[in-house]
């Protein structure tokens, strides 16, 4: 099974974006990794998710582009 049709499955469509980064976060994907791939500091995205700081508007926006951007990376492995 993918990231994209796991997230779907679990009703990504009411998941926060937080919480599709720690989905991602639990299965294994390093904070340093997708900090990397959205070109910010790991801290960002540690900090935001340890509740130590917000997040701004154009990080989320980032965020969520990287997050599908890998999903379908994932995806795209696994078709035939």
């Not at 989905?23 to 997708?34: A, T």
């Amino acid at each position: 099974m993918d990231y994209e049709n796991t997230l779907n499955m679990k009703g990504s469509e009411n998941m926060s974006i937080k919480e599709k980064l720690q989905f991602f976060v639990n299965c294994g994907m390093q904070v340093s990794y997708i900090a990397k791939r959205m070109e910010v500091d790991p801290s960002t995205l540690t900090k935001w998710l340890n509740g130590q700081k917000g997040i701004t508007h154009k990080n989320e926006d980032k965020l969520n582009l990287t997050l599908k951007k890998i999903a379908d990376e994932l995806s795209a492995l696994f078709e035939v």
